[in-house]
């Protein structure tokens, strides 16, 4: 059982909102859309649900052509970031809703409810409104509806968006596990590298509309095909700057070298992009083979037990996100290090030419 796009496009008069992408999600699998806001990840949604009509392309389903069909005639269930549940009915009767539409018997549908409430862990608020319930529970709710339905295809756009950091990070914990015992496809919407990471599964980069990579979470974070999946997978995102390869010896900047090891060596000459994560950034020398570079600080933002470094290096601008609380007066100038292992090299037009040393030993 597989959801096939082939040369799927959506365009809105001379604008195109989805550019033409070809994917295929297997059964039981965890698919992550990672991208900023507007990248278009609740339109390629809209059209896997049926609720919008591809300009272009075909989307099959069990290798049955669907593209025009009905959202309501399709094996398929959407949660949003905003807890939609009928506040005037419990929580049983929200969640047996679906059920009832489809006119199941009343010891099935019984049965289906009590054994997602469990899933889901609502059993003991099954006879409260869902205004009774916490935020995380409401969601849980919502989750609940769509899951009972025995979807081969759940959607969930951006659903823990509106939760507290408390609420999201538990239920963050649960998705993977309700989605192992459901052995439906799952597709889940979110502007956060860090929460595809923690869900795991596959994941697909979006900018402006293209899906830019599709592949193993773990493998799109550390070998992204390009500078803009580089980027989109970052966060913050990735910071650039020139790099000349010459001979042996790879050139950043202000005069700083270092040795064109690994992969690095067999490239040829010439002029490339370094790319580097926030978190590869030193504030404090070490030892090691490392590069040291020039910088004003901008801004810092403490976090509480980090603190994100805004820096200009030249023209270029840069995020390093450092352990600690580290207060330092704006303007001020200071050496920043990073190790060349953590570095990446892409082509003058974003192709990745080198992934990170450090990326290829994971």
């Known amino acids: 059982m597989a959801l096939e796009l082939i040369g799927v496009e959506k365009r809105v008069g001379a604008q195109t909102h989805i550019a033409p992408t070809t994917l295929t999600l297997e059964k039981g699998t965890m698919n992550v859309l990672l991208g900023p806001t507007l990248a278009g990840k609740t339109s390629l949604m809209r059209l896997m649900a049926g609720l919008d009509v591809p300009t272009e392309g075909r989307i099959l ?43 199941k018997s009343r010891a099935e549908i019984d049965r289906a409810v009590r054994e997602t409430a469990e899933m889901m862990k609502l059993t003991p608020m099954l ?10 529970q409401q969601q849980r709710c919502a989750l609940a509806r769509a899951l009972v339905k025995g979807a081969g295809l759940v959607l969930l756009d951006e659903p823990l968006a509106n939760l507290d950091y408390k609420l999201r990070e538990e239920l963050r914990a649960e998705i993977p596990k309700i989605f192992e015992a459901s052995g439906a496809i799952f597709v889940y919407a979110t502007t956060e590298p860090e929460e595809a990471l923690l869900l795991g599964g596959n994941t697909a980069t979006l900018w402006e509309g293209r899906v830019t990579q599709f592949g193993p979470t773990p493998q799109v974070y550390r070998q992204p095909r390009d500078a803009i999946t580089a980027r989109v997978f970052s966060d913050p995102p990735m910071n650039f700057l020139p790099v000349t390869k010459a001979g042996p010896r790879l050139m950043f900047g202000e005069g700083q070298t270092a040795p064109a090891t690994g992969s690095l060596a067999g490239i040829a000459d010439g002029r490339y992009l370094a790319g580097f994560r926030a978190n590869h950034v030193e504030i404090a020398p070490r030892p090691g083979a ?72 994971a």
């Not at 006879?127 to 995380?136: D, I, M, N, Q, Y």
């Not at 805004?310 to 704006?330: A, F, K, S, Y």
Request: aromatic letters at 10%.
């Open 290 to 361: 490392v590069l040291e570079f020039d910088c004003r600080l901008a801004v810092t933002e403490i976090t509480g037990s980090e603190t994100f470094v805004h820096l200009h290096h030249g023209t270029d601008r840069w995020v390093g996100l450092v352990h600690g609380v580290h207060q330092i007066e704006p303007d001020t100038r200071m050496p920043v290090w990073l190790d060349p292992a953590f570095v990446y090299v892409f082509g003058e037009n974003g192709a990745l030419v080198a992934p990170a040393p450090y990326a290829v030993a």
């Open 61 to 103: 389903w069990h290798g049955a052509d669907v593209t025009g069909m009905r959202v309501q005639d399709r094996q398929v269930a959407m949660v949003y970031q905003q807890f939609i549940n009928y506040p005037s009915i419990s929580v049983y009767d929200n969640i047996a809703s679906p059920l009832r539409l489809q006119r």
């Open 127 to 136: 006879a409260r409104k869902p205004l009774e319930l916490s935020g995380g």
